[in-house]
Structures are given as C-alpha cells and as structure tokens.
C-alpha cells in the first residue's frame, strides 16, 4: 500500500508549485495527513499537518508561504507552496495512516516522494 504523490519538479525562486497526494482506491478511512521532507544530507522533518476536519499545522520555516487542504471524497492531500526559496528544495513525502477494505487496523503508509528544485 503506497499514497501516490505528483506535482514536483523545478522553480525559480519566489515562484509556486502544488503538490498533490492520492491514497489508494481500496481506502476506507483516512486519519491526520501529513507532508515532510528531506534534503540532501539532512533529516526528514514535518513541513504540513492536516487533521481529518481540516485543522492544520506548519513548521515555522513555511507558516505564511505554504498551504496543506485535502479532499476525503478524493482521498487526496495537497501542498501549495508559494514564495518559494533554494532553502526549500527537498524531496517531498506525504504520509498517513489509513484502512483499507478488508482490513480493521489503521496501517502507516508513505508516497515516492516528489522532488521540489528551487533556484536562486
């Protein structure tokens, strides 16, 4: 089971890009969704939090630039990311916990992750 993400790719700084986070057809219940990231050398941290009723949370680094929503009949989360900045360039990588059909425990899945390049 894998969320499948989209929408990364190369920007200029103070530019935009959307991303977009699909969970599997056969999902039944999705909990809090989440965007990280990871540069080269560094660690993965939370960039984007979005509980199930649309409360959301932001790391100090994007509150004001980016936006996380989603769509439950879509089984879908997005990332806009506005005023982007170099510092922002990373591999990006959503995460929950769903169920599928079939199943009664949550289990806790990550996308490909998507790369996001922005130049100065």
């Known amino acids: 089971v894998q969320l499948v993400e989209s929408g990364g790719g190369l920007v200029q700084a103070g530019g935009s890009l959307r991303l977009s986070c699909a969970a599997p057809?056969?999902?039944?219940?999705?909990?809090?969704m989440g965007w990280f990231r990871q540069a080269p050398g560094g660690q993965r941290e939370l960039v984007a939090g979005?509980?199930?009723?649309?409360?959301?949370i932001y790391a100090d680094s994007v509150e004001g630039r980016f936006a996380i929503s989603r769509d439950n009949a879509k089984k879908t989360v997005y990332l806009q990311m506005d005023k982007l900045k170099p510092e922002d360039s990373a591999v990006y990588y959503c995460k929950t916990d769903l169920i599928v059909v079939g199943s009664t425990t949550y289990l806790e899945v990550w996308g490909q992750g998507t790369l996001v390049t922005v130049s100065s």
């Open positions: 057809e056969n999902t039944v219940s999705i909990n809090d």
């Open positions: 979005i509980s199930h009723n649309g409360g959301a």
